[in-house]
Structure formats: C-alpha cells, structure tokens
C-alpha cells in the first residue's frame, strides 16, 4: 500500500497562505475558466505541501482538478472504497459532503475507516484511517462557488492511541485481578476513584463509595484491633506507609487487614493539595499466621509452666521414693542381721542334730531335724534375694567391670548346678563354650546371672531333658555384643507371660507343679535383667509351651574366637 503524506490541513485564520503548487495537478479540464479565482480562495483556506492529496470541485459538486497524489490515492482505493468519501477524479464529491457545505458555508471534517490493499512495505498493516478536510468556496457575495478539500493519514495516530488503549486496559485488568485495593481521594478526603478489588472485600460495588469519605470503607486500628487515629501524614498532606486498615467484609463477622500507603497529589502549577493516591496491600493472610504463632506460643508456654509445674511435683515424689528407698534398705539391712542371727543357730543345731554329733536321735527326730535344715536354708536363701534386689534398686549396687573369659564363668556356674542337674538326669553336656570368648563384664553378676538362668532351666526341664549354652556375636548401635543363650528342652514360657516374667514377683508357671519352684519368690529373672543393664546388656526371651525356652544374656563383646 503507498503510504500518502500527512497534511494536518489547517483553517486560512491560523496560517499564512500560501501559493497553490499548480505542477502538482492536472490541468482543468476544458470549458473550466475562471478558476483562478477559485484556486486563489483555496490557497487562503489552506496551505498544502506538493505531495498533498487535495482537489477542487464546482457548486454542483464535480471535481474540476486534483494533485497527482489523489489521483494515485484514488485510483489504488477504488473501487472499494468509492462509496466511502474518496472520490475518482472525474466524479463528483460526496453528495453529504456538498450538501453540508452549501447548507452552512462551513468546512466539513470527516473520519474514514478503509479496508488497505497489501502494503510491501507494512504487510501487517491492513487498514488505513484517512480524515477529510472540506472547505467551502464562495464569492464576494457569499456565494457557492465550490468546494476544496485534501486528505490526511492518520492511520499511525490511531495505531499509537489504540496501543495505548490496550495498554492501560491491560493495566486496568492487572488492577482488577490484584489482591490489592488502589484507591484516590480529593482535598477533602472524599474518594474520588477506588479499584474493583474493594467490591469483592465489601460484598459491593467499589462506585457507591465514590464521592463518600474514606472511613467509609472501614477504621485505621493498631496492630492490637484497637481504633487509631489516620496516620501523620493523612492529616498533614505527607506520605504515609503501611498503617493498619481494617475493613469488614460480606461475611458475618469476616475481617480484612490492609497495609494503606499513599503519597500527596498537587496540583503542578499553583501547587494546590488535590488529595492522596495510594494503595492497600491485603496483610490479612498474614495477620490470622501471626496471631495463630501467638496463641500457639500461649499455649506453648502454658503447656510448658504445667510441665515444669509437674516435674517439680515428680522431683518431690522421687525424694519421697528415694527415702522410702532408704528406709526400705535400711530396714532389711537392719532385719537381715537380726534374721541371720537366730537363723544360724537354728541352722547349726538341726545341722548337728542331723549328723548326730551329740549322739543318737530317734529316727523320726532325726526326719523333723532334717526337715529343719532344709527349711533354714530355704529361708536363708529367700533373704539374701531379698536383700540383693534392695542393694539392687538402691544406690549401694556398684559394679566391677572388666575384662572377662566367659568359658571360666560358664564353667564356674556348671559347677554349681551340676549336682542338681544329675539329680534330674539332665544332659548338660551341651554346656561346654570354646575358649576365646572375652567380654567387659562384673565377673561375680555375671555369674550370678548365669547360674539364676541355667537354675530355672534345671527347675522347669522334665528328667531326661537336656539344658546347654550358645554363645554368638552381633553388632547393636555400631558395638559389638555377646550373645549367650541359655537353652533347655523344658516346660517353656508362655507368650503372653514373657515380657512379665521379668516383673518383681512374677513366676512363669504354677508353682505347686514342678519340682520345688513352690519355694521361689520370683526375683531371680529381674535381678539377673537388672544386673545386665547395669553393664550395658540385656536379656531376651524365646520360648514356645512344651518345647522349651532360651534366654539370651548379650554382653559388651571384647573378642571372639
């Protein structure tokens, strides 16, 4: 498309005239004389530069001449644009335009919207905005003698316009989806503009509080909720940041929170106030956080108080248990000596009595004297558990811990149980552990422990069973432990007693059915678990009903063969 010369084609009174470029047109067709006159008018109408595209036409409204650049824009337009004001030339003007023109004796302007032919310069640009310029010709009479007029493409001004358009109304859009409120106000603090976002928080729209006071739309509050007075800079015509607003929303009882800021607007000559500009950021997100931290911290440390409150309670209750402790220990050391002391004579009489050394008994004596000493020694027996498991739960228990062979503890604790494993007819054969074992241990609670094991596997194993040791080696939070089973083909323990078993005065089985474990107090699993912590190992049980069971002692693992 050929791009035609702007004219801004402005009235005679504002310009100078100027001579008419008659090489620029085409000569008047013949018959036309007297258009000197006329081409002298339209040169005090308006002044054209020589690419111009302007024409002259008669009272009845045929084109008398033109400029070379109507021509061409004619000619490219036609005819599509004929019946839309650009006239060929050889045609007539518009009959709107001459009709105006005659009936005021005043120019016509007027704004055309054509479809462009491809432009090889701006193939983009597929249509042209032209403005018509009209000027009437009359004589000295004030008669009609014809019209003059030229053509202006505007076509980058309305581009520019329509770019700006977009622009602000991408803005207004971007204003819209905002969670802000942007609002204006006047000298008197009247709004006088407010963004759509305050209709969505005040369940109205925005333009009912056009022209009312901003309080209207809610209080400045301090960051408690109570009321505060505007800002400094509100009242002083200053610029203010971030003072607390609250407006009330659609809901029942729903509360916003916005930052406000604004900056003074003058006026730029007289420097007149005109108001405030400014903006609310919506902190309520951040507002209904914060206060959330704050009662959970309220809690917190409410939750905290009750604690210390209640360890303090906990720390009474243990010096309580401590002294009870004492006392207990106490007492049973002060008993176990008064105990001991008629007990060892009651055992050296029927012990003398049973081996006759003062002479001849009658035989059935000599059953009751038996029966004594077994008695004694069961008693005996019973208060030094009894006095163990004190020593054990208060702070007179102390360890000896060393490196230790456990073939020379297993073997010590044999030794001990072997008699009574015969009695039965018991295999312990399987009690033999390979040297090279040597675990950090108390040797004496070791033993101890060991020997409580392989007794109650001599207790509740049938005659003809057998008893024996496993020894291996497992790693438990990166140590080294030992592991030392004590198995037995025996009565078992049942699942739902095998983590009771361990409790103070708890027995796995009937006392009154198997051998003599009537005669026990249930102590001897917990000193023996007890012991193991206190050297840093444990005891676990595995045990199925009439299959047998296996305890294993793990202790901390030095070396192993």
């Given at each position: 498309?050929?791009r035609?010369?702007?004219?801004?084609?402005k009235n005679?009174?504002?310009?100078?005239p100027a001579?008419?470029?008659?090489?620029?047109?085409?000569?008047?067709?013949?018959?036309?004389?007297?258009?000197?006159?006329?081409l002298?008018?339209?040169?005090?109408?308006?002044?054209?530069s020589?690419?111009?595209?302007?024409?002259?036409?008669?009272a009845?409204?045929?084109?008398?001449?033109a400029?070379?650049?109507?021509y061409?824009?004619?000619?490219?337009?036609h005819?599509r644009?004929?019946?839309?004001?650009?006239?060929?030339?050889d045609?007539?003007?518009?009959?709107?335009?001459?009709?105006?023109?005659?009936?005021?004796c005043?120019?016509?302007?007027?704004?055309?919207?054509?479809?462009?032919?491809?432009?090889?310069?701006?193939p983009?640009?597929?249509t042209i905005?032209?403005?018509s310029?009209?000027?009437?010709?009359?004589?000295?009479e004030?008669?009609?003698?014809?019209?003059?007029?030229?053509?202006?493409?505007?076509s980058d001004?309305v581009?520019?316009?329509?770019?700006?358009?977009r622009?602000?109304?991408?803005?207004?859009?971007?204003?819209?989806?905002?969670s802000?409120?942007?609002?204006?106000t006047?000298a008197?603090?009247?709004l006088?503009?407010?963004?759509d976002?305050?209709s969505d928080?005040?369940?109205?729209?925005?333009i009912?509080?056009?022209?009312?006071?901003?309080?209207?739309?809610?209080?400045?509050?301090?960051?408690?909720?109570?009321?505060?007075?505007?800002?400094?800079?509100?009242?002083?015509?200053?610029?203010f940041?971030?003072?607390?607003f609250q407006?009330?929303g659609?809901?029942e009882?729903?509360?916003y929170?916005f930052?406000?800021?604004?900056?003074?607007?003058?006026?730029?000559?007289?420097?007149k106030?005109?108001?405030?500009?400014?903006?609310?950021v919506?902190?309520?997100?951040?507002?209904r956080?914060e206060?959330?931290?704050?009662?959970?911290?309220?809690?917190?440390?409410?939750a905290?108080?009750a604690?210390?409150n209640?360890?303090?309670?906990?720390?009474?209750?243990?010096?309580?248990?401590?002294?009870?402790?004492?006392?207990?220990?106490?007492?049973?050391?002060s008993?176990s000596?008064?105990?001991?002391?008629p007990?060892?004579?009651?055992?050296?009489?029927?012990?003398?009595?049973?081996?006759?050394?003062?002479?001849?008994?009658?035989?059935?004596?000599?059953?009751?004297?038996?029966?004594?000493?077994?008695?004694?020694?069961?008693?005996?027996?019973?208060?030094?558990?009894?006095?163990?498991?004190a020593?054990?739960?208060?702070?007179?228990?102390?360890?000896?811990?060393?490196?230790v062979?456990?073939?020379?503890?297993?073997?010590?604790?044999?030794?001990?149980?072997?008699l009574?494993?015969e009695?039965?007819?018991?295999?312990?054969s399987?009690?033999?552990?390979?040297d090279g074992?040597?675990?950090?241990?108390?040797?004496?609670?070791?033993?101890?422990?060991?020997?409580?094991?392989?007794?109650?596997?001599?207790?509740?194993?049938?005659?003809?069973?057998?008893?024996?040791?496993?020894v291996?080696?497992?790693?438990?939070?990166?140590?080294?432990?030992?592991v030392?089973?004590?198995?037995?083909?025996?009565?078992?323990?049942a699942?739902?007693?095998?983590?009771?078993?361990?409790?103070?005065?708890?027995?796995g089985?009937?006392?009154?059915d198997?051998?003599?474990?009537?005669?026990?107090?249930?102590?001897?699993?917990?000193?023996?678990?007890?012991?193991?912590?206190?050297?840093?190992?444990?005891?676990r049980?595995?045990?199925?009903?009439?299959?047998?069971s296996?305890?294993?002692?793990?202790?901390?693992?030095?070396?192993?063969?």
């Amino acid at each position: 498309m050929q791009r035609f010369t702007r004219d801004e084609g402005k009235n005679a009174a504002n310009i100078a005239p100027a001579a008419i470029p008659f090489a620029s047109m085409r000569k008047p067709h013949s018959g036309e004389t007297g258009w000197l006159h006329l081409l002298e008018e339209a040169a005090r109408k308006i002044r054209f530069s020589s690419d111009a595209a302007f024409y002259a036409a008669n009272a009845e409204g045929g084109i008398v001449f033109a400029s070379s650049a109507y021509y061409a824009m004619a000619e490219q337009l036609h005819p599509r644009t004929l019946e839309r004001g650009l006239v060929p030339a050889d045609m007539r003007i518009p009959a709107a335009i001459l009709q105006f023109v005659s009936d005021n004796c005043e120019s016509y302007i007027h704004d055309e919207t054509l479809e462009a032919p491809a432009d090889p310069h701006n193939p983009s640009r597929q249509t042209i905005y032209m403005r018509s310029f009209h000027y009437p010709v009359t004589d000295s009479e004030g008669a009609l003698l014809g019209v003059v007029g030229h053509y202006v493409d505007i076509s980058d001004q309305v581009e520019a316009l329509n770019r700006a358009g977009r622009l602000a109304e991408g803005k207004s859009d971007q204003l819209r989806a905002s969670s802000d409120i942007f609002w204006e106000t006047d000298a008197e603090g009247r709004l006088t503009a407010l963004s759509d976002r305050a209709s969505d928080v005040l369940g109205k729209p925005a333009i009912l509080f056009i022209g009312q006071e901003l309080s209207s739309l809610g209080r400045f509050i301090h960051r408690t909720g109570v009321d505060a007075l505007p800002p400094d800079g509100f009242t002083r015509q200053q610029p203010f940041r971030n003072a607390i607003f609250q407006i009330s929303g659609a809901g029942e009882g729903e509360q916003y929170f916005f930052h406000f800021s604004a900056v003074p607007v003058f006026e730029s000559v007289t420097g007149k106030f005109q108001g405030f500009r400014g903006a609310g950021v919506d902190v309520s997100a951040r507002f209904r956080a914060e206060d959330a931290a704050k009662a959970a911290q309220r809690e917190l440390e409410a939750a905290k108080e009750a604690l210390e409150n209640r360890n303090i309670q906990l720390d009474i209750e243990r010096s309580r248990a401590e002294m009870a402790l004492r006392a207990k220990s106490e007492f049973l050391a002060s008993m176990s000596h008064e105990l001991r002391t008629p007990l060892n004579a009651i055992l050296g009489f029927s012990e003398a009595m049973s081996m006759k050394l003062f002479g001849e008994i009658n035989p059935h004596y000599a059953g009751y004297a038996n029966d004594i000493l077994k008695s004694g020694q069961h008693l005996l027996s019973l208060i030094e558990t009894m006095l163990e498991t004190a020593r054990l739960d208060g702070s007179d228990a102390f360890l000896r811990v060393r490196n230790v062979d456990l073939a020379e503890l297993v073997d010590k604790a044999q030794r001990i149980i072997q008699l009574r494993a015969e009695a039965k007819n018991l295999d312990i054969s399987g009690l033999n552990v390979q040297d090279g074992w040597l675990i950090k241990a108390d040797p004496l609670s070791t033993t101890q422990i060991l020997v409580n094991l392989l007794s109650n596997a001599v207790k509740f194993t049938e005659p003809g069973g057998s008893i024996g040791i496993d020894v291996s080696s497992r790693t438990g939070n990166g140590a080294p432990f030992a592991v030392i089973t004590v198995w037995d083909t025996g009565i078992g323990v049942a699942q739902e007693m095998q983590d009771k078993i361990f409790e103070k005065f708890v027995r796995g089985v009937d006392a009154h059915d198997h051998d003599d474990t009537g005669k026990g107090l249930g102590l001897g699993l917990h000193i023996s678990k007890r012991l193991a912590q206190m050297m840093y190992g444990d005891i676990r049980v595995r045990s199925e009903p009439g299959r047998g069971s296996r305890f294993s002692l793990e202790i901390p693992l030095v070396s192993s063969p």
